[in-house]
């Protein structure tokens, strides 16, 4: 009969079970950080005016997603009219950024799931940061159809833009993982 110890030093041991522990562990830190982030920046109940004055990170990342998206509708020749939380295209239509529409939680997964899959920490790291990138470009993608074409109204199948968003990324991210396995384990193995 084992020991307790022995049992869970067999089960860490196993790369399945690491992996899943590792991977979920990851993205609840990441996650719950950007919302505990969130929650100390914005005035009423913990509040830290330092950290929300000068390393506000999430108001530099909302401004960032405004900013990108105006431009570019600016540079089809659409008049935009922009403040720290909301665009609106003059004729068309306009979103107000809440912190859910970030992808905060689309990138705490992604990332969670490079930091916890073994392989190189190289191939990883830059598989992380083309896939953050990518993600953020797909967001102000969306940003401007949103802008130009959304009506609330207007659902899809019932369903809004955000929902539509994320089912499509989750989609795309676990496809772009799986090709970059195969890639992985074929070059490891090469």
Request: hydrophobic share 45%.
């Amino acid at each position: 009969m084992t020991s307790t110890s022995q049992k869970l030093k067999n089960t860490w041991a196993n790369p399945y079970i690491k992996f899943i522990i590792l991977f979920i562990g990851t993205y609840l830190i990441l996650n719950y950080f950007n919302e505990f982030y969130i929650g100390i920046t914005s005035k009423g109940g913990l509040y830290v005016p330092f950290l929300d004055e000068h390393l506000n990170y999430i108001k530099w990342w909302r401004s960032f997603s405004i900013e990108s998206t105006a431009k570019i509708l600016r540079y089809f020749g659409h008049t935009v009219l922009t403040n720290e939380i909301q665009l609106k295209v003059i004729g068309r239509a306009g979103f107000k950024l809440v912190y859910s529409c970030l992808g905060y939680g689309i990138m705490s997964a992604f990332v969670a799931f490079c930091i916890s899959f073994p392989s190189p920490f190289k191939s990883r790291f830059g598989f992380m940061i083309m896939g953050l990138i990518w993600i953020q470009i797909a967001n102000i993608a969306r940003f401007v159809l949103i802008s130009l074409y959304w009506k609330r109204y207007n659902t899809f199948f019932g369903l809004d833009h955000h929902t539509i968003f994320n089912t499509l990324i989750y989609l795309l991210l676990a496809i772009c993982c799986y090709l970059w396995i195969r890639y992985s384990v074929r070059k490891e193995n090469a």
